[in-house]
């Protein structure tokens, strides 16, 4: 079945580590995005990718990282620069746009991150 | 930025009854879209509406889109336990980048 990987679920870490996010999608979309929720804050957008080898800062990139060298995968990296880390992070995938019409995200399970 | 606005945040229900979410933007959207995400787990893509004043219906949940194409809103009629969870609303910018604004969310809680 086609879908959307993000490992670990939960993920420790301490404070001035920097630490990686697996996201991967079978699901043969172009573009990839990953978000951060907080309770209360909804859905943040982080970073974005459109096509591979190319990414695109979102709302709140200061202190993440990303890279998408392959169509699959979209890794995402919390540096030690970012200030208050412990987060839900949702990574998601789209077919992407066809003239003005977005096609709908496809959401992985999300990593929960503490950092103490 | 440009902000889409969602009430209300929270929203408790006696079993049985109806349930309403509203988003809206200052400015026109060219579309939006409705995602459901369950205690604990992650947003699932329920719909997109492009039209003005679109009406699109999926057994108990009701979808609008406003004339002016700034609000749209998601009616559950006869709530159920299984509706329970938080509804997001996504709205794309007319003439804006290809990124929707997602909404706060409405937390819905059904009570037996």
Known sequence: DGGITQSPKYLFRKEGQNV???CEQNLNHDAMYWYRQDPGQGL???YYSQIVNDFQKGDIAEGYSVSREKKESFPLTVTSAQKNPTAFYLCASSLGVEGRLLYG?????GTRLTVV | GQQVMQIPQYQHVQEGEDFTTYCNSSTTLSNIQWYKQRPGGHPVFLIQLVKSGEVKKQKRLTFQFG?????SSLHITATQTTDVGTYFCAGLVSGGSYIPTFGRGTSLIVHP
């Open chain 1, 44 to 46: 943040r957008l982080i």
């Open chain 1, 20 to 22: 990686t996010l697996s």
């Open chain 1, 105 to 109: 995200y496809t959401f992985g399970s």
């Open chain 2, 67 to 71: 004339e002016a194409k700034k609000n």
